[in-house]
């Protein structure tokens, strides 16, 4: 059990591509404060942090790179084809992680707390959980998305799926299973009944809204965390405000939920601007910024991106990384502001921050950026 006062603990488990990640975004949509422990992981060995020279002293400095960052490629491909290179690895970091996920569950606020592992079941994690939840997918879909999203061959696809312990075992170890065949529908509707089903306070969970008025005589504006019930005014509204150049089917802003949500500015309770944003490994990356022309845009942006900003606290945010494009990339003025600094992803220093920056830009976007908090987990010593 957690043992942690107030708090309820879910273990999310499963193999590769069986949907881990997506149910974890659904759970936050819900009102779930979640930590995905393998990105701590990546964290837990780069430059300056706890675990760098000891991967280093372990393994030998070929794993670096002219940066002197570890190259996780080169280390994952090493402890693949090592067990006890990989055992190796794992008594390194699963201690380091291990500390990072208890100060994020001393820290979060919310009552219901997701700790997202693929390897939960086998580590000491599994003593904080109060349930264990168990994602599960046929091979051939598993196959599917390896090949579609990481760009595996069928071969390579199937080595990595089949390399795991079999997914069987990890079912019957969970309390609870969700199947993911695909459609996004039905795996939400799964994971809105499982929580309501077995989840102690969720009906406590944060309001999905979060107001930050304008200054008085500037008028009413507001923001709203998007759920999957707007996935149609969603769609709307940034096909019209983007005036065609994106458009968007409520089926498309269901399955991007799996990924992003979603920020509404409103006026007089009526939809005038959205920000498609996310909180990955503890980085803000707002991609989507879509506001009514006949705005004012500083008040405007104001408002939205302090909405965005409110929602990343919730969720322990440590940077925000906007970006922007025309003709928000121009106004330099705006977000200099609002404490926002346009920068280059090298320019950044922390490579969490970087490999965010890089992953996460839109073609011809600008990047402008923000520290939110100075207390950083795993932060270099």
């Known amino acids: 059990m957690s043992n942690l006062p107030g708090k309820f603990v879910i273990g999310l488990t499963?193999?590769?591509?069986?949907?881990?990640s997506v149910v974890r975004r659904m759970l936050e949509h819900l009102g779930a404060y979640t930590i995905d422990a393998d990105a701590l992981t990546h964290r837990a060995y780069a430059k300056g942090a706890p675990g760098y020279q000891q991967v280093i002293d372990r393994f030998g400095k070929w794993l670096l790179n002219r940066e002197g960052e570890i190259d996780r490629k080169k280390l994952g491909n090493l402890v693949f084809n090592d067990a006890e290179a990989l055992k190796q690895l794992e008594e390194i970091v699963h201690p380091l992680v291990r500390q990072a996920v208890e100060m994020l569950l001393q820290r979060a606020r919310?009552?219901?707390v997701v700790i997202e592992a693929i390897k939960l079941l086998e580590g000491d994690l599994r003593k904080v959980c109060d349930t264990i939840w168990v994602t599960n997918a046929p091979e051939s879909a598993q196959v599917e998305r390896l090949m579609r999203k990481r760009g595996f061959t069928e071969e390579q696809a199937l080595e990595r799926a089949r390399a795991q312990s079999p997914q069987s075992q990890k079912v019957k170890m969970g309390n609870m299973v969700i199947t993911n065949t695909g459609s996004y529908e039905d795996l939400w509707k799964q994971v809105s009944e499982a929580w309501k089903e077995i989840v102690p306070g969720a009906v406590d969970a944060p309001s999905e809204t979060a107001t930050i008025k304008k200054p008085a005589g500037t008028g009413e504006l507001s923001t709203q965390r998007g759920k999957p019930k707007h996935a149609a005014s969603i769609a709307d509204l940034?096909?019209?405000?983007?005036?065609?150049r994106?458009?968007?089917t409520s089926a498309e802003v269901m399955e991007s939920f799996g990924e992003k949500a979603y920020m509404l500015l409103l006026s007089d309770a009526q939809a005038v601007g959205v920000a498609g944003w996310q909180v990955e490994n503890l980085v803000t990356r707002t991609t989507d910024i879509y506001i009514e022309e006949n705005l004012d845009p500083a008040a405007a942006l104001d408002i939205l991106i302090k909405g965005v900003e409110a929602a990343s606290g919730e969720l322990q945010s440590e940077a925000s990384l906007v970006f922007a494009l025309e003709p928000l990339a121009e106004q330099d003025a705006l977000w200099q502001k609002l404490g926002y600094e346009k920068r280059t992803p090298e320019s950044l220093g922390?490579?969490?921050?970087?490999?965010?920056?890089?992953?996460a830009a839109p073609n011809g976007s600008v990047l402008f950026f923000k520290q939110l908090r100075q207390d950083r987990v795993l932060r270099p010593i």
Not at 14 to 20: L, V
């Open 14 to 20: 499963g193999n590769i591509a069986t949907g881990k």
């Open 238 to 244: 940034v096909t019209r405000l983007s005036k065609g």
């Open 350 to 359: 922390v490579q969490a921050w970087q490999e965010a920056a890089v992953e």
């Open 110 to 112: 919310q009552p219901v």
């Open 246 to 248: 994106r458009k968007m």
